[in-house]
Structure formats: structure tokens, C-alpha cells
């Protein structure tokens, strides 16, 4: 009963509070509040009859019927036992659905790239044509460079600049760029060679136009790899000339210079111009001709340094050859202000003056021999006679040596050896050279004044009366006839007029300089007085012995004039004594 009031009192506080029954027992009490009190008292009695009347047919059904409700009972379980494995299965299901969904993200993920590649897969195949000229660049550069089409590969070379600065981080761009440097490196070297070849002007300013087109240098390097070029092809030039022969390959050289050093020049100032003046990386100004004049100074020290290597080797007798080609080398350069004329005299000067001190070294021994086997005893006493070989005539502009020598042929032969000396110094003999040629003709002349006493100390003892006078005879012409002839010819080789007007004194007044171009007879002398003759036996033997006409020693007074009467304007020829005196 308590249970029946909780719900009836639920059920009055509203129809949601009612509880189990729901709608029946909500019907159901409407149903007893109609009824009257004496049909309430029978209610329950009713309702146990209807209970047992129920439960008294649910049990007839349940053994009419008991096949449907095992059946239903199996079904249950079945459909039980089914739900469960189907429970499973959409657990195992609800489990696989996290690695679905991700397959169908990356499977969308792909098939958006894949519609992207294809788009651009089509728009390729529509742009085929443009980007196949684009991909052909390289190919097309390194053709144009290796064929000289420098033009084109200069435009192509721009063109991929523009194409970097747009589209820097395409990597496809950036290996066409790489390539396309690769052949504008070999473009620029393939230019640089051919500076280092024979090339003209025109070609010259094409090449230097194209390098400053290609802007890897500054005008200043750009001179400095012209000039290196150019250098290079003239070093091998000069590398090309023998070098066995001194005098060939200096002259060679000195063509080479000449020709293409100043075309070289000619070039350079055609293509650069130094009216604006270059400016280092500092700030500072520098001056414009810098690079070039230090160019040709270098050239030009190298050409002074091989000129000078050469005639140290030996020129033979050509020296005057050589040097009229070196004045022609040094004045077509003073055209380009380079004129190194100047520094030619002391090469040729020093050159000049050790020739003539080793022939008249050679000379000097050669004189040694001879008088070790020389004997008074056969000495012809009349070649110098009058009875004796007739002497020529004397051409114009030559000296004629004193035929007296033809007694003593020590003398003679030293008197040819000097005479070809002088000779050959006659060829190329620069006027500063007075002093050392008359100084080392004085040495010359005291060594063989020395060898004139040790012959004299060595056969003394064993001289006769005929060998002795034979022996002053030949000091004799050797001091009277010899050294004064030598005087004649060191005025021929350097006039005195031509000294004093080189040091910017009168003719007269050249005395006071000392003894320039003259021998000291005096000094030479000295040693040799006491084998002289006396005064009165010199004249009877100068009476017996007569001199040609003209072999007077000159006077210091007359120097000048007669320096001027025997040298003409081409030079005196020296010659040798007219006998076979060996």
C-alpha cells in the first residue's frame, strides 16, 4: 500500500511524475475516481479475478505455444550472439577508421599533385617552343663562341643576366646561367688569345670592344691584360730568333722591336685614351700614362739589356752596322717619347773600348813571341834601305807607315796588329773614347818597352859589335818612327778639333786637358835612353836611314791641322805595312 500511495501521490502532482504505466494508468485512475464507493470495495476482488483469469491463459498458451517460444528464445540468442559479433566488428571498424582517414588525405594530397604536374605537364606542352629555346642557350653559346660570333654571344650572355634577375631560384635558370658562364669564360680566353697572335688594329679594337662589352675588367685592368697579351706575342717572337750567332740575333731582335714594338704602341694609343685620367680603388688620382710609359720602359730596358748580352758575346767587325740600326730603332721611338738614344753610346762605348783592349792585348802578346825568337843576326838590313823594295805611293787619306819597321819584324808585325785594331775601332769609335784607347795603347807601350829590356837583359852578354848597333837601330825605330806614327793615327781616329769642340774649348787651349789622343813619347823613351845612340851617331844614322816624306812626328802645335788634312769626313783608312814581315 505504501508503494500505491508514493504513486499516487506522484501521479497528483503531475501526469510527468507518474512514473511506470504511464498513459494505461493514468486512464485507469480517471476510471476509479468515476466509479462509486461500493464498486471501489469490489475493485480488488475483480482485479484478483482478473489476475488469476490472466495468468490462467498465459499458461494455456504457454503449453499451446511452448514450440513458438523456444524458437523465439533461439531466435533471441541467435539475434543476441549475432548483435555481439556485430558489436566486434564495428569496434574493430570504428579502430581501422583513424588509418582510413589518412589514407584518403595523403591519396587526396597525391591526386592534387598530381592534377597540379598535369597542369603543368599541359602548360609545358603549350609552351614547348619557348622553353626548348630557352633550354637550347647553353648549347647555342658555346656554339656561337667557339665558331667567333662573339656578337651573338653577347646578346645571349645579356639575355641570361635579365633571366637570373627575374627567375634567380628556378634551379633549371640558375644551371643555364652556370653553363652559359662556363662558355663566356671560354669566349673571354679564346679573346685574350688572340691578342697573344699577329693581329691589326681593326681586329685589335673589336677584341678590346667585345672585353669591355663582357665587363670583367676596369679600364685599368683591361690595359694591363692588353699590354700582357701583347707582350706575350712579342716575348715569342723574340724567343723564336736563334740564338747562335750574336750578331744575327741581335739584329733580328732589334727588326722585331722595332717593327712590331711600335705597332704595339700604335695600337694601345689607338684603342685607349688617356685624356681622362684613371682612378684606384682608393680614390686616388693616378696618372694616365702610368701604365703604358711603364710598359715601354720596361721593353726598352729589356731590348738595352739583350743589346748589351749580345755585344758581349762578340759582334765581330759590324759594330758600326749595329749601332746605325739601334740609332734607327731609338729614333723611330722618339716618336712615341721613348727616344733611348742616349743610353746606346755607353754600350757601344764600353763594347768598343774592350774590342780594342783585347786586340791590343793580343797584339802585345803576340810581340812576345816573336821577340823570344827573334835574332838581330837575320834581320834584312835592306828592306829599309834605298836599295831595297820600292815603297807605294801614299793614297789620299791614308797614312803610310814608316817603311823603316820592314828591318825589324817585331815592330812591324805589332805595327799591323795595331793598325787592324784601329781599324776595326775606326768602324764605331765615339770621341769620349780618346782618353781610355790613348791609355791602353800606353800600357800596350810599356809592356812592350818591357819586353824590349828583358830581350835587351837577356842576349846583352851575347851581342856583337853589328847586334848591338842592330839593337839600337831597332829601339831606335820603334821610339822616332813608331810611336810618333801612332800619334798620326790616334789624331786620325779622334781630331783634336772635334775634342775641343766636345768639351766647348778652343783647338788651342786643349793642352790644358793633358794628353787626350796623344801618346807620352817622353815616358817610353825614358826607360829606353841608355840603349839610344848618341846625338851625332842618331844623325848620321837618320842620314842613312831617311824617313818617307811625311813621317815627321807631329807638333802639338799642329795637331789640330794636321789631324784635319788626314782625316776625311768618312774616316782615314789605316794601313797595314806592305810586306810579308813574319
Not at 533471441?76 to 588525405?105: K, V, Y
Not at 836611314?545 to 789605316?574: D, I, K, N, R
Amino acid at each position: 500500500m505504501a508503494a500505491e500511495e508514493v504513486r499516487l501521490l506522484a501521479w497528483l502532482r503531475g501526469p510527468a511524475a507518474a512514473g511506470p504505466g504511464g498513459p494505461e494508468l493514468s486512464a485507469y485512475v480517471a476510471e476509479l475516481a468515476a466509479l462509486g464507493l461500493a464498486e471501489l470495495g469490489r475493485e480488488p476482488a475483480r482485479l484478483a479475478a482478473e489476475r488469476a483469469r490472466v495468468g490462467a491463459e498465459t499458461r494455456r498458451l504457454a503449453f499451446e505455444h511452448y514450440r513458438a517460444f523456444i524458437r523465439s528464445a533461439e531466435c533471441t540468442g541467435r539475434a543476441g550472439r549475432g548483435f555481439g559479433g556485430i558489436e566486434s566488428r564495428l569496434g574493430s571498424l570504428l579502430g581501422r577508421l583513424p588509418a582510413l582517414q589518412d589514407a584518403c588525405r595523403n591519396f587526396m594530397r597525391d591526386a592534387e599533385e598530381i592534377a597540379c604536374s598535369r597542369r603543368m605537364n599541359s602548360l609545358t606542352l603549350n609552351r614547348h617552343t619557348e622553353i626548348l629555346e630557352i633550354l637550347e642557350i647553353p648549347q647555342l653559346m658555346d656554339t656561337c663562341v667557339r665558331n667567333g660570333y662573339y656578337e651573338e654571344a653577347l646578346e645571349l650572355a645579356a639575355y641570361v643576366r635579365r633571366l637570373e634577375r627575374k627567375h634567380s631560384s628556378i634551379p633549371v635558370i640558375q644551371g643555364i646561367v652556370d653553363e652559359v658562364r662556363q662558355s663566356t669564360q671560354l669566349m673571354l680566353n679564346q679573346l685574350i688569345q688572340q691578342l697573344r697572335t699577329n693581329i691589326q688594329l681593326p681586329a685589335c679594337l673589336r677584341v678590346i670592344g667585345y672585353l669591355r662589352r663582357m665587363d670583367v675588367f676596369t679600364e685599368a685592368e683591361l690595359r694591363i691584360k692588353f699590354l700582357q697579351a701583347r707582350d706575350a706575342w712579342l716575348r715569342s717572337i723574340q724567343a723564336s730568333i736563334p740564338n747562335d750567332d750574336p750578331y744575327f740575333h741581335i739584329t733580328k731582335t732589334i727588326e722585331a722591336c722595332r717593327v712590331h714594338l711600335f705597332d704595339i704602341v700604335t695600337q694601345y694609343r689607338a684603342i685607349f685614351s688617356d685624356e681622362e685620367p684613371l682612378l684606384p680603388p682608393e680614390g686616388q688620382a693616378l696618372n694616365e700614362g702610368a701604365i703604358f710609359h711603364g710598359w715601354v720602359l720596361q721593353k726598352v730596358s729589356e731590348f738595352l739589356r739583350t743589346l748589351e748580352r749580345d755585344l758581349q758575346r762578340g759582334v765581330g767587325g759590324r759594330l758600326d752596322s749595329l749601332l746605325g740600326q739601334c740609332m734607327y730603332f731609338g729614333l723611330s721611338f722618339s716618336r712615341v717619347g721613348a727616344d733611348f738614344r742616349g743610353q746606346l753610346a755607353p754600350l757601344f762605348q764600353r763594347v768598343a773600348a774592350a774590342s780594342f783592349k783585347k786586340a791590343v792585348e793580343e797584339v802585345v802578346e803576340k810581340f812576345r813571341e816573336e821577340m823570344n825568337s827573334y835574332t838581330l843576326i837575320s834581320a834584312p838590313a835592306v828592306l829599309g834601305g834605298s836599295s831595297g823594295v820600292p815603297v807605294p805611293a801614299a793614297q789620299p787619306g791614308t797614312l803610310q807607315p814608316p817603311m823603316v819597321l820592314l828591318d825589324f819584324p817585331p815592330l812591324a808585325c805589332f805595327l799591323n796588329g795595331l793598325l787592324v785594331a784601329f781599324n776595326d775601332l775606326r768602324l764605331c769609335c765615339p770621341i769620349a773614347l780618346a782618353q781610355d784607347v790613348t791609355t791602353c795603347l800606353e800600357d800596350a807601350l810599356g809592356e812592350v818597352t818591357k819586353t824590349i829590356l828583358a830581350f835587351h837583359r837577356a842576349e846583352e852578354a851575347a851581342f856583337s859589335g853589328r847586334e848591338q848597333e842592330l839593337f839600337a837601330q831597332f829601339c831606335t825605330a820603334f821610339l822616332e818612327d813608331l810611336l810618333p806614327y801612332l800619334n798620326r793615327c790616334l789624331q786620325v781616329l779622334f781630331p783634336p778639333a772635334q775634342i775641343a769642340q766636345a768639351l766647348g774649348v778652343p783647338p788651342t787651349q786643349l793642352q790644358r786637358f793633358g794628353r787626350l789622343g796623344r801618346i807620352d813619347v817622353g815616358a817610353l823613351r825614358e826607360p829606353l835612353a841608355f840603349l839610344l845612340p848618341a846625338p851625332g851617331e842618331e844623325e848620321l844614322g837618320q842620314e842613312s836611314t831617311p824617313h818617307p816624306e811625311g813621317e815627321e812626328e807631329a807638333m802639338p802645335g799642329e795637331s789640330g791641322t794636321a789631324g784635319q788634312q788626314e782625316s776625311p769626313p768618312g774616316g782615314a783608312l789605316l794601313p797595314d805595312i806592305p810586306a810579308a814581315t813574319g
